[in-house]
């Protein structure tokens, strides 16, 4: 399987928490200024190959959560004869920001209630 079809992994892992957290990973003001999370870094070490018909799970985790950035890490484990063996380690940061209507985006803060959606509760 080609490489690059884990950062496409990566990112429907992203959306899919985010939709899970009741989240937008895109949405735009009365004022037509759109917010969004391009990528600021992502990497990704491969450890074993993938093949076709290979059974993955991909598990995300929040490693750092900053004013205006997440950056997550993804471990991908395949199945081998019904043991999970890792086969790659993903990172990836992503940054807020908003974007006016010339299409300047600027970092923007992490709203509140998207704060409280990836801290972990006591």
Same mark, same amino acid.
């Given at each position: 399987?080609?490489?690059?079809?884990?950062?496409?992994?990566?990112?429907?892992?992203?959306?899919?928490?985010?939709?899970?957290?009741?989240?937008?990973?895109?949405?735009?003001?009365?004022?037509?200024?759109?917010?969004?999370?391009?990528?600021?870094?992502?990497?990704?070490?491969?450890?074993?190959?993938?093949?076709?018909?290979?059974? +993955?799970?991909?598990? !995300?985790?929040?490693?750092?959560? !900053?004013?205006?950035?997440?950056?997550?890490?993804?471990?991908?484990?395949?199945?081998?004869?019904?043991?999970?063996?890792?086969?790659?380690? !993903?990172?990836?940061?992503? +940054?807020? +920001?908003?974007?006016?209507?010339? !299409?300047?985006?600027?970092?923007?803060?992490?709203?509140?209630?998207?704060?409280?959606?990836?801290?972990?509760?006591?």
């Amino acid at each position: 399987m080609h490489f690059s079809n884990f950062y496409r992994w990566m990112e429907v892992c992203e959306h899919e928490w985010f939709r899970s957290l009741g989240l937008p990973m895109m949405s735009t003001n009365p004022a037509g200024i759109r917010f969004g999370w391009p990528r600021r870094e992502a990497s990704c070490s491969f450890q074993r190959p993938l093949r076709c018909g290979d059974l +993955v799970r991909i598990t !995300g985790t929040l490693i750092e959560l !900053g004013t205006t950035s997440l950056t997550y890490e993804f471990s991908f484990h395949k199945d081998r004869a019904g043991k999970w063996t890792q086969v790659a380690l !993903g990172r990836m940061s992503t +940054v807020h +920001v908003r974007q006016d209507a010339s !299409g300047r985006m600027e970092a923007e803060p992490i709203s509140a209630p998207t704060v409280a959606a990836f801290s972990p509760t006591p």
